[in-house]
Each structure stands twice: as C-alpha cells, then as structure tokens.
C-alpha cells in the first residue's frame, strides 16, 4: 500500500514555456503533499509543502509564482514551472503524507525530470 | 542551511561487508528517518527512529540514535551488490511534518 504516482516521468520543454507535473496518492488520502527537487549528485530540497484547500507553504528562497502549486483533492496535487528556463532543469519528487500517519512517514513518488532547453 | 550533513559523502565495499553511514543535524528533533534511493529513482523508506529511542533493527538494518549529539548511524550488515544506492537520512524540524535531507551517502557494494 501506500502508493505515490508522478506524471510525467520525464519532460523535455523549451524555454520560456510551462510545465505541470502531478502528483497522486493511488490508494490512500494525502492530507499534506510535499515537493522536492534534486540537482545531480546532490540532496533533496524542500520546496513547498501544500494542504488540500488551502495555500502552499514555500521554503525560503523558493519563488511561488515560478512554481505554482494546487492541491485541489485528497489525492491529487500539481506543480507548474512557469516560464522554465535551463536553471530549472531538475529532478522534481513529490512526498505525500496519510493524514492517519502518527509517523509522518512520508511516501515518495518515483520522480520527475525536467529539462528545459 | 537546513541540511544535516553525511559522512561519508561516498563509501565502496566489498560484498559481504558491513556498511556504516552517519548523519549530523542541527537543531532538536521528535524522529529521523532513513532513506534509499536507486540512481534516477525516488525514494524509499527505511526506517524511523524517534527521539526517545536509541536503537532500532530492521532486517540487515540498524539504526542508531545520540540526540545529546545529534548524530545518528545506519549500519547495513552483510552487505549485498543490490544495497548499491544512495542513503539519505532526514529529520523533521520539531514543530512540523516537513523533513530535511542530509547531504547523503553514496554507497557502492562491489560484488
């Protein structure tokens, strides 16, 4: 159980254009999702956690207008890279957490990478 | 920075061998968990350890915890060709549900 889905795999887009990747909880409610990103060879990076119905929490340093999240369902959140550039090239995961988790074990989805050329 | 930090940054082994990775973290802690990840993949979870607690096993796993250092380690016995991943350990920020990453461990198990 406790499955995390990620869509698309893998993207290729040019710069200036936006890109959605979403997140899905398959077999459990996500009260709470969380979105990463890793650069090569290095750690992940919280960038924003984000609770059904309500606004994004962003990290210091992340810009919320250049990745809009929505959380709109128990089991679905997306985030949009707008306006992506190569900087923004990335390896994108997605966390969730069962609101029933005393734990905060958090799943892992498998991943997206972005690269903007 | 909100990463803990991991040492050592890269570790090969000879199959058979035990595998010790640490982390160290910053500020006070309710839990630190472990974590694996495959070269291009996600992450999947190994095991947590909560403040109260000092040691936890699981399978070839042992996890220790020092809060009074703030420092933790991960011994993988035995090791296998397939443990070949990098090891993350993560820590909540004491307050919340959110985790931060350490630096990580890339380990490499030679057969």
């Known amino acids: 159980g406790a499955v995390v889905s990620q869509h698309p795999s893998w993207v290729i887009c040019k710069s200036g254009t936006s890109v959605k990747i979403e997140c899905r909880s398959l077999?459990?409610?996500?009260?709470?999702m969380f979105w990463y990103r890793q650069f090569p060879k290095q750690s992940l990076m919280l960038m924003a956690t984000s609770n059904e119905g309500s606004k994004a929490t962003y990290e210091q340093g992340v810009e919320k207008d250049k990745f809009l999240i929505n959380h709109a369902s128990l089991t679905l959140s997306t985030l949009t890279v707008t306006s992506a550039h190569p900087e923004d090239s990335s390896f994108y995961i997605c966390?969730?957490?069962?609101?029933?988790?005393?734990?905060?074990?958090?799943?892992f989805g498998p991943g997206t990478r972005l690269t903007v050329t | 920075s909100q990463q803990g930090e991991e040492d050592p940054q890269a570790l090969s082994i000879q199959e058979g061998e035990n595998a010790t990775m640490n982390c160290s973290y910053k500020t006070s802690i309710n839990n630190l968990q472990w974590y694996r990840q495959n070269s291009g993949r996600g992450l999947v979870h190994l095991i947590l350890i909560r403040s109260n607690e000092r040691e936890k096993h699981s399978g070839r796993l042992r996890v220790t915890l020092d809060t009074s250092k703030k420092s933790s380690s991960l011994l993988i016995t035995a090791s296998r060709a397939a443990d070949t991943a990098s090891y993350f350990c993560a820590t909540d920020r004491g307050t919340g549900n959110q985790f931060y990453f350490g630096t990580g461990t890339s380990l490499t198990v030679i057969p």
């Open positions: 966390s969730a957490e069962s609101g029933h988790s005393a734990s905060y074990e958090q799943y």
């Open positions: 077999d459990f409610q996500a009260t709470t």
